[in-house]
């Protein structure tokens, strides 16, 4: 058998770079170097390199594809393979993107490492390196007591994986399931990132943890405590759960994550109609179930790198989500998370520019959870400018989300999203009577649901749920009057 040996290097300094290779031998097979560490999840196949590695295969042609992050261009070629002896290849990876030059820097907020993870001190390494993240957030969780592999890891930062560049946060994923609750979550599943204690109980409910497991305490009150250690507060999964307008609407919430695990669609539904209820949440996003996807988010701080003024610039709404693409907004020239002010006699304008390595066919801007404007290139662009200007006389807020009819090596279609810029003149969204009515309708589902349903060991614990629950809804009711 003859042996291809690559060295994989950055195409302008010449440095070796770590990376993700997929080897594809002649006879059609996935081809990986004896007890290299292989990828997990959805799409291509590949193992990961340190920036050198040798594997064998018959001969005739074998197609090499590497990959690191979403920030360099995936490197394409083929060699023909001999019988015998050794084929050397350089394989010089281009970056296309540096959004760090302008303060943006990616990070998941929510990976896990399951009970099947035999090498999760490895994989760590290579997530944080490979994938390009500055900020990589693993979560603890306790879901039925399984030995999930990254529970071992001590919660805060890890400072043998931090450098000028990286931070590696150790959080925690606190959450409930009820049997037959509105919204199939119970109350839901939230993020605490940048704590110091584990936040207990990390998990509750009888399908959960123990059998007879109570229903308490509410999320909201492990927010606060969270919150209290100065930690950042994400709700995880496109809003599920009953306790998410609660949360949102009693001011808990930094940010929102949107479709975190690959299997869940691109669907902006419930973060919209919090928006339009004039709550203020940017735009997060992570992958779950290890790195199972390209999802990522991007956080734009107003200094250089480090953990605090990420998290500064998330709390304050300078984000954009995306498995590639990179797309900006501004509005009257005022970034994401900032809120326009205008008198509502003179139009508003967006400013939209996107960058992507995979061709971008459609653009949209929306506004108030309606889309106001599209664009559409059949043929695919890489870059683009453009300029809308809309009336209205309602307080509001606007974004742009980006769509490619390619699919990464995840198997994922591209997409990007960015955070909102709000605009205020006074007078209440059009849209806002609408999103409240819709979440007090759920709110009085999720009531019937505590009374019927939910498990407390007393009735004060029930009378504590029941009464964090009506002063959610009071918020939504004031918003209908």
């Not at 040996?5 to 594809?24: F, M, N, P, S």
């Not at 250089?304 to 709404?317: C, E, L, Q, R, V």
């Not at 400018?385 to 006389?393: A, D, K, L, S, V």
């Amino acid at each position: 058998m003859g042996i291809l040996h690559g060295t994989i290097v950055e195409e302008t300094t010449g440095e070796k770079l770590d990376a993700k290779v997929h080897v594809l031998n002649a006879m059609g097979n996935f081809s990986h170097p004896h007890n290299s560490l292989l990828k997990r999840g959805p799409g291509t196949q590949f193992f990961f390199s340190d920036g050198e590695f040798e594997t064998r295969g018959s001969r005739g042609r074998t197609d090499i594809l590497v990959e690191r992050g979403t920030e360099y261009e995936p490197y394409r070629t083929t060699v023909e393979l001999p019988e015998k002896g050794c084929v050397d290849i350089e394989i010089p990876l281009r970056r296309w993107h540096h959004p760090q030059e302008r303060h943006w820097y990616p990070g998941n907020t929510h990976i896990h490492y399951d009970e099947n993870e035999k090498q999760p001190d490895r994989r760590l390494g290579v997530d944080c390196s490979v994938e390009g993240y500055n900020v990589t957030c693993v979560s603890v969780l306790d879901r039925r007591q399984l030995p999930y592999a990254s529970n071992k890891y001590p919660i805060g930062v890890m400072n043998e994986f931090k450098t000028a560049h990286h931070v590696l946060d150790i959080g925690e994923e606190n959450r409930h399931y009820g049997d037959n609750s509105p919204w199939g979550f119970g109350y839901g599943h939230v993020m605490f990132l940048n704590i110091r204690n584990l936040v207990q109980p990390i998990s509750r409910g009888h399908t959960l943890t123990g059998q007879f497991d109570p229903d308490y305490p509410p999320l909201c009150f492990c927010c606060d405590e969270a919150r209290d250690q100065g930690g950042l507060v994400i709700w995880c999964h496109n809003g599920r759960g009953m306790e998410a307008p609660i949360a949102a609407a009693l001011g808990k919430l930094d940010a929102f994550n949107l479709f975190d695990p690959f299997w869940m669609d691109p669907e902006y539904d419930l973060w919209y109609k919090l928006l339009n209820c004039g709550l203020h949440l940017p735009a997060s996003t992570g992958t779950d179930w290890f790195v199972c996807s390209n999802n990522r988010v991007y956080v734009q701080t107003e200094n250089d790198f480090s953990y605090a003024n990420w998290i500064d610039g998330m709390k304050a709404g300078r984000t954009f989500i995306t498995n590639g693409p990179a797309v900006d907004l501004k509005l009257n020239e005022q970034p994401m998370g900032a809120t326009v002010e205008f008198d509502g006699d003179k139009p508003l304008e967006a400013q939209i520019t996107f960058s992507s390595y995979y061709p971008i066919e459609r653009a949209e801007l929306v506004v108030d959870g309606q889309v106001v404007q599209r664009w559409q290139w059949p043929e695919g662009r890489r870059e683009g400018e453009m300029r809308h200007g809309f009336n209205t006389e309602h307080d509001g807020w606007v974004a742009v989300r980006l769509w490619g009819d390619s699919r990464d090596s995840f198997d994922q279609a591209i997409y990007a999203h960015s955070s909102p810029v709000y605009f205020r003149c006074g007078r209440p969204s059009v849209q806002r009577h609408g999103s409240a009515r819709f979440f007090l309708d759920s709110i009085d589902e999720s009531l019937k649901w505590i009374d019927s349903y939910g498990r407390y060991n007393n009735d004060q614990q029930r009378e504590d749920v029941r009464e964090l629950f009506r002063r959610g809804r009071e918020e939504y009711a004031n918003m209908t009057d």
